[in-house]
């Protein structure tokens, strides 16, 4: 495998505007014991509890002025109520993002399928 | 193939003891960078987190950025060499574990590096878990 290494990408039509590509991802399950499917710059997950976790980066931010989003499943159904799982950043730091999870009644839950993706400068 | 990793760290937090213990999961991917030998010496992260909770205690975190040196140390440091998957859990301990949990004496453990299936797999009294010496 061959790494390519670029300061910036930009678009090669349309005006040439930056493309800022996403720093981390992870995609786990927080239900049971929970675990990592896959991720992008992720050192560890931390279970912290219900509904709440620690994502710790392998390599930090460079400041913690970063964007996360995620969405999640709160339970296995595709389709239905309460299976519209929000994903709420909190205690954002150059090396982790704290997020909990709430069902679609508001309530913080365990959620079978978690997604948060991290755009930003590093 | 994916494959999944044999320990969990379980952790209290000595700041918070009234919350729930923590688990600790590694990411595979990670892991297998520290068994290939692509990680930098722990004190780079250290001095990033330094200079990190010194920009929060001074109140000038929301517009803090890392030195880009030390940063880039992250990549250009040089790595450490292979660890064995037990060696790489210490250095996660290290790492991603608050460091009053690891650096600090306690009169009774505040981790504890266990195999995966040792964890409870639900949460049911998970408040009153308690991590045998």
């Known amino acids: ?32 014991t929970i675990s990592i499917s896959d991720d992008g710059n992720v050192g560890s997950l931390t279970d912290e509890t219900t509904g709440s976790y620690t994502i710790n980066f392998s390599n ?6 970063y964007a996360p989003t995620g969405n999640s499943n709160f339970n296995n159904n595709r389709y239905g109520p ?21 069902d679609g009644g508001g309530g913080i839950n365990d959620q079978y399928g978690v997604y948060v993706t991290v755009t930003g400068y590093q | 193939m994916t494959k999944y990793t044999k320990y969990r760290v379980v952790f209290d937090d000595p700041d918070a003891l009234d919350e729930p213990t923590k688990v600790l999961v590694p990411a595979q991917q990670w892991l297998d960078e520290a068994m290939a030998g692509n990680l930098p010496p722990i004190w780079v992260y250290w001095q ?23 940063h880039a140390l992250q990549w250009t440091a040089p790595r450490i060499g292979p660890l064995t998957e037990e060696e790489a859990m210490e250095y996660l301990v290290m790492k ?38």
């Not at chain 1, 349309?14 to 995609?27: E, H, L, Q, T």
């Not at chain 1, 930090?60 to 002025?65: D, F, G, P, Q, T």
């Not at chain 2, 049911?124 to 010496?133: H, I, L, S």
Request: hydrophobic letters at 35%; aromatic letters at 10%; proline letters at 5%.
């Open chain 1, 82 to 102: 309460y299976n519209d799982g929000q994903v709420v950043p909190r205690l954002l730091s150059s090396s982790s993002v704290y997020v909990f999870c709430t």
């Open chain 2, 96 to 133: 991603d574990l608050p460091r009053k949990c690891w650096a600090e004496e306690h009169n009774r453990p505040m981790f504890k590096i266990v195999r995966t299936e040792e964890v409870p797999s639900d949460r049911q009294f998970r408040n009153a878990w308690e991590m045998a010496a």
């Open chain 2, 48 to 70: 990033l987190q330094d200079d990190e909770a010194k920009a929060i205690e001074e109140g000038r975190h929301s517009t803090f950025q890392h030195d880009p040196d030390k």
């Open chain 1, 1 to 32: 495998m061959s790494t390519l290494k670029v300061n910036d990408i930009e678009e090669a039509t349309s005006g040439g505007g930056k493309i800022f590509p996403a720093r981390a991802w992870v995609n786990f399950s927080g239900t049971g």
């Open chain 1, 60 to 65: 930090n931010m460079a400041s913690a002025n």
